[in-house]
């Protein structure tokens, strides 16, 4: 069974910075994508930032602020800088075409942890 473990929300006020860190408990041949969506209280979930290889991707109103890494192909750290209020949300990793000794994973999500920004 393939488990996404996020760390790292919190509360911090308007400019501070958090990092959030996202780990896959599972023995994993591959992953292709790990990332970083988020979902404001009554906003449907939207993208942060997700990395593939080399390849970044990040919402225009994150980027600047955030950096997405991955130290390790089982995990995804998201420093975020300069935090808004319009930042808070529950944060959720992701991780795409998960390949394990048993099978493929299209996708698999983590439960999330909630940040909040306040003024």
């Known amino acids: 069974q393939v488990q996404l473990v996020e760390s790292g929300g919190g509360s911090v006020q308007a400019g501070g910075s958090l990092t959030l860190s996202c780990e896959v408990r599972?023995?994993?041949?591959?992953?292709?994508?790990m990332g970083w969506y988020r979902q404001a209280p009554g906003k449907s979930r939207e993208l942060v930032s997700t990395?593939?290889?080399?390849?970044i991707n990040s919402a225009d109103s994150v980027k600047g602020r955030f950096t997405i890494s991955r130290p390790h192909v089982k995990t995804a750290i998201l420093q975020m800088n300069n935090l808004k209020v319009e930042d808070t949300g529950v944060y959720f990793c992701?991780?795409?075409?998960?390949?394990?000794?048993?099978?493929?994973?299209?996708?698999?999500w983590g439960q999330g942890t909630l940040v909040t920004v306040s003024s």
């Open positions: 992701v991780a795409r075409d998960v390949r394990t000794f048993s099978g493929r994973r299209s996708e698999v």
């Open positions: 599972a023995r994993i041949l591959s992953i292709g994508t």
């Open positions: 990395i593939t290889g080399t390849n």
